[in-house]
């Protein structure tokens, strides 16, 4: 039921609370990094990033704790479990966007990247809070099949190589378009932008399914 739900939610947010300082110190440092060199529209996106990856220790948590034995012993299905994971994720990929929204602006005046009186720097910022989210739930649930299959220590190495393709094939694909002249128009751009949270949600879904598919098969 939806009390069950929200109770493996908070119970994953609590865990991470715990371990928030070093995340805060990640963050800042971060700022004082990459703001200087990046802007803020990267740090953003880094931000939500790191935040959506905030799911992995929540399956180390869980690996310790031995917790899905002991949670199943309760009225809570595999399945509820795995829908969970993937709720979770969507608040971290929000929070990420939120806070590098904030931390960004902050960043951004304090390195006179980010003018508070310009309304486009606003909106552009807004958007890249958006693209972010979609971002850090489009590679958060790329990841979750990976943990569920080998576990947190495992699938830690899978998630970089997870992280790498797509970046890898995005950009053979741009120097393939480059190669042959077909030049990325910003309408184009545009348009796959508009279109992203509605890809995100069918990847998702797909990784939704492989990841019940993968825990319904396993021995607890």
């Not at 709720?87 to 990420?96: A, D, H, K, Q, R």
């Not at 590098?100 to 602006?105: K, M, R």
């Not at 509605?198 to 598919?213: G, Q």
Request: glycine share 8%.
């Amino acid at each position: 039921g939806g009390c069950e739900m929200k109770s493996l939610i908070l119970k994953d947010i609590y865990n991470i609370l715990h371990n928030m300082r070093s995340m805060a110190v990640l963050l800042l440092f971060f700022i004082i990094f990459m703001i200087p060199q990046g802007g803020t529209a990267a740090y953003q996106v880094t931000c939500c990033l790191l935040c959506s990856m905030m799911i992995m220790t929540t399956f180390s948590f869980d690996n310790i704790s031995k917790w899905e034995k002991y949670a199943l012993v309760m009225p809570i299905t595999k399945k509820d479990l795995v829908t969970a994971k993937f709720l979770t994720l969507i608040i971290f990929s929000v929070f990420g966007a939120v806070t590098g929204f904030v931390l960004g602006i902050a960043g951004g005046v304090v390195f006179k990247s980010f003018h508070i009186n310009s309304p486009e720097e606003w909106i552009t910022l807004l958007a890249v809070a958006g693209i972010g989210m979609v971002i850090g739930i489009f590679f958060g649930s790329l990841v979750i099949p990976l943990l569920f299959k080998f576990g947190a220590e495992k699938a830690r190495m899978l998630s970089i190589a997870a992280f790498a393709a797509p970046a890898a094939i995005g950009m053979a694909l741009y120097k393939l378009l480059d190669m042959f002249g077909i030049p990325l128009s910003e309408k184009f751009i545009t348009n796959l932008l508009y279109l992203s949270p509605l890809l995100v949600i069918v990847w998702v879904y797909v990784m939704y399914l492989i990841s019940c598919h993968i825990f319904q098969k396993q021995d607890i």
